[in-house]
Antibody, heavy 119, light 106 residues
């Protein structure tokens, strides 16, 4: 059974940093791309970042480029999102999701972790 | 960036109804269109990928169609558990944009 468990969310001041983690199990982690999607309170879904299975290629939405860094440790089946220079508009529930090997959809999702950026 | 326009933003329906949700892409995305269901307080769930392929375990009451720039999600015989918010997403290129969502209400 595929399981994705996010951790690391919390309250952080504007300009601060936070690192989210996603522990994966139930599939061959290194074989699949992984994605972060966020959802601001009461709002829709926003794609944030994707990393390929090898970790060689990474992709970001414009609003986080230069501030967020996605990475993975295939030896520990762990996905990470390092978030720097956080802004109030980064406040959201952050979901990690496993990419399908077909059509680049996200076929399994974690339960999410809440990041609140506020003074 | 590819823009996705989803409509309607909300709809009211009754148990047993058939409802249709539409997504339009700002340029052709072939069949790189996916549909997700999100119940309140829960993570999204993949329903349909590649425009029309039903994800394993998803009820056959859900169906998708379309290609190029226009896509539809149809829910037949609406059940109480189907009242949720539905999102389309293009996965043709990054950023993998989502539609703004359609809330299906009783």
């Amino acid at each position: 059974e595929v399981q994705l468990v996010e951790s690391g969310g919390g309250l952080v001041q504007p300009g601060g940093s936070l690192t989210l983690s996603c522990a994966a199990s139930g599939f061959t982690f290194r074989s699949f791309g992984m994605t972060w999607v966020r959802q601001a309170p009461g709002k829709g879904l926003e794609w944030v970042s994707t990393i390929t299975g090898t970790g060689i290629y990474t992709y970001y939405t414009d609003s986080v480029k230069g501030r967020f860094t996605v990475s993975r440790d295939n030896s520990k089946n762990t996905l990470s999102l390092q978030m720097n220079s956080l802004r109030a508009e980064d406040t959201a529930v952050y979901y990690c999701a496993k990419d399908s090997d077909y059509n680049s959809c996200s076929d399994y999702w974690g339960q999410g972790t809440l990041v609140t950026v506020s003074s | 960036d590819i823009q996705i326009m989803q409509s309607p933003s909300s709809l009211s329906a009754s148990v047993g109804d058939r409802v249709t949700i539409t997504c339009r892409a700002s340029l052709s995305i072939s069949s790189f269109l996916n549909w997700y269901q999100q119940r309140p307080g829960k993570a999204p769930k993949l329903l349909i990928y590649a425009a029309s392929i039903l994800q394993s375990g998803v009820s056959s009451r859900f169906s998708g169609s379309g290609s190029g720039t226009e896509f539809t999600l149809t829910i037949s015989d609406l059940q109480p558990e189907d009242f949720a918010t539905y999102y389309c997403q293009q996965s043709h290129s990054t950023p993998r944009t989502f539609g703004l969502g359609t809330k299906v209400e009783i």
